[in-house]
């Protein structure tokens, strides 16, 4: 399975993850011929990467199921798009798909590894939902019962729903906010607060998380300022979790970082910004060379990530005598991986 810019994929080729709309809904289901019209379609919805694979084993997604992936994109759009609206909310689904996310969190030996097909016009649901897994990894990581991963994991997937509270002029704004613009922006985190406390079968813990996320340990973040003895332990996996994944999913005005550059700039910031023992935790819970990835090793030959899970990272050889040969590479084996090339 091979992680590939739309322009270098050819028609023929497999789709190897499912491409889903922002409402959740599959556009193409995994295992489908690409075609031109199928790919000039995605073109046309703006998505940049896609997924590609030859094999059926190609098709195992070492993770969050597609299933409960899609599912948590949808619920998390429907509460969004009712906040914008100011009806009343019903957490149910956003409940019941935090318990697959749990289920699947603690049943499996995962790392987060998405890379999913983003397109520009679903941000906000994908990175919510990202944020979520992201974050409900790291509770596990960190030996949090189930009843509290499930409280951190619906304050990490409904984290921004006070954006909702804040003019489309601003959120949707590509160039710099004025400082007026900014004031307005920073209250996101207090609105969302407002929406989730009290709201039936919704821990106030999880309200707290969207309330605390752009606190930082030395007092420097909003709304209140802070510090790193104020916050709550799910807004400092939260905001760590957070900044990982806006860092790694690209927004339009800075540049994509892969998974170790984006935890090298995490660690610079601590301990001042982040918790250093969040920053040690998210690196045992995200793949350093997620699946798909193109990586040197240090025999100098290149290689293709296929699967990463916690113990090693197996790898295809794309070059040299033992090109299309699969070796599983763990921590202390002198083969290793230089660097991500692609
Ligand atoms: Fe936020």
């Known amino acids: 399975m091979r992680y590939l810019p739309l322009e270098e994929i050819e028609e023929g080729m497999i789709l190897a993850r499912s491409v889903f709309a922002e409402d959740g809904r599959t556009l193409l289901a995994r295992g489908v011929k690409l075609t031109k019209n199928y790919l000039e379609e995605l073109k046309a919805l703006h998505f940049t990467h896609l997924f590609v694979g030859e094999g059926p084993e190609d098709f195992e997604v070492n993770g969050i199921s597609e299933q409960t992936y899609s599912q948590a994109l949808r619920s998390v759009r429907e509460v969004f798009l009712n906040a914008a609206k100011k009806q009343n909310l019903d957490y149910k689904e956003v409940l019941d798909v935090v318990d697959f996310m749990v289920d699947e969190v603690l049943n499996e030996d995962v790392l987060f590894n998405i890379f999913e097909m983003r397109s520009h016009d679903n941000y906000t649901y994908l990175h919510s939902v990202k944020v979520g897994i992201i974050a409900s990894i790291m509770g596990k990581n960190l030996g949090l019962a189930r009843k509290q991963i499930k409280e951190l994991a619906v304050g990490a997937l409904l984290h921004d729903i006070g954006k909702m509270c804040i003019e489309n002029s601003i959120l949707e704004k590509s160039g710099h906010l004025t400082y007026q613009e900014y004031e307005k922006m920073r209250l996101h985190p207090k609105y969302g607060f407002e929406i989730l406390r009290g709201a039936p079968g919704l821990s106030l813990l999880s309200a707290h998380v969207a309330y605390q996320h752009h606190e930082r340990e030395d007092g420097s973040g909003y709304p209140r300022g802070l510090n790193s003895e104020q916050i709550h332990l799910y807004a400092k996996i ?21 998974s170790h550059e984006a935890l090298a700039q995490l660690a610079a910031e601590a301990p001042e910004k982040y918790d250093p023992k969040m920053i040690k935790l998210l690196a045992q819970s995200v793949a350093l060379y997620p699946v798909g990835s193109v990586v040197l090793l240090n025999n100098l030959e290149v290689g293709l990530v296929t699967d990463v899970t916690r113990e090693s990272v197996k790898v295809e050889f794309l070059t040299g005598t033992d090109k299309g040969k699969k070796i599983a590479l763990k921590a202390n084996d002198l083969l290793k991986i230089e660097r991500r090339l692609s």
């Open 238 to 258: 939260v905001m760590t979790a957070d900044s990982y994944d806006a860092m790694t999913s690209g927004r339009s005005y800075r540049r994509t970082l892969w």
